[in-house]
T-cell receptor
Framework: EAQVTQNPRYLITVTGKKLTVTCSQN?????MSWYRQDPGLGLRQIYY???????DKGDVPEGYKVSRKEKRNFPLILESPSPNQTSLYFC??????????????FGPGTRLLVL | SQKIEQNSEALNIQEGKTATLTCNYT??????LQWYRQDPGRGPVFLLL?????KEKRKERLKVTFDTTLKQSLFHITASQPADSATYLC????????????FGTGTRLQVTL
């Protein structure tokens, strides 16, 4: 089954404790992206990757890191989480971003609480 | 700056009626516009895409229009059903760099019996 998976689905942590949220897709997609979703603010892009070893900042990259060493995986790293990073996180992938490859497939989400 | 606006107030309609949701944007010249459906606590699911040179697109009970002069897209669900209750998001690629996609905040639709 074609899908985007994220782990963990739920995470409670404390300020300053490094964490990684994994994202994997099995559709051989080139483009992958991370979003956070907050009430009233909608989905905001954190980082994206056009292909292996190619990453770039989205709209809200501060406090986050990513890497793309393999095509299928795109982990999101919070080196020193803070309470303002409490949010619902989504990973997404697509064949590309130009027509007709641009349909985004989203993972199930990771709900993060930073105390 | 580039901005997308969707009605933040929930839209409540009766089963069988047509729901119409609006997406307005400024400072974009998008090659396309997408609509997604999101259920609570779940990831958005792609519904429809309309290109800048298309006026209208249909898929089953869904219809999308795209007016690049008004900078507006309308999303219609005909013969609405309670199962259509969800939040609907529009999304556009950034002008000048198609690598980034921006989403509106979404409009919640509630269809009642």
């Amino acid at each position: 089954e074609a899908q985007v998976t994220q782990n963990p689905r739920y995470l409670i942590t404390v300020t300053g404790k490094k964490l990684t949220v994994t994202c994997s897709q099995n559709m051989n997609h080139e483009y992958m992206s991370w979003y956070r979703q907050d009430p009233g603010l909608g989905l905001r892009q954190i980082y994206y990757s056009m292909n292996v070893e190619v990453t770039d900042k989205g709209d809200v990259p501060e406090g986050y890191k990513v890497s793309r060493k393999e095509k299928r995986n795109f982990p999101l790293i919070l080196e020193s989480p803070s309470p303002n990073q409490t949010s619902l996180y989504f990973c997404a992938s697509s064949l590309g971003m130009n027509l007709p490859r641009q349909t985004q497939y989203f993972g199930p989400g990771t709900r993060l609480l930073v105390l | 700056s580039q901005k997308i606006e969707q009605n933040s107030e929930a839209l409540n309609i009766q089963e069988g009626k047509t729901a119409t949701l609006t997406c307005n944007y400024t400072n974009y010249s998008p090659a396309y516009l997408q609509w997604y459906r999101q259920d609570p606590g779940r990831g958005p699911v792609f519904l429809l895409l309309i290109r800048e040179n298309e006026k209208e697109k249909r898929k089953e009970r869904l219809k999308v229009t795209f007016d690049t002069t008004l900078k507006q897209s309308l999303f219609h669900i005909t013969a609405s059903q309670p199962a259509d209750s969800a939040t609907y998001l529009c999304a556009l690629p950034y002008t000048g760099t198609a690598s980034k996609l921006t989403f509106g905040t979404g409009t919640r639709l509630q269809v009642t019996l």
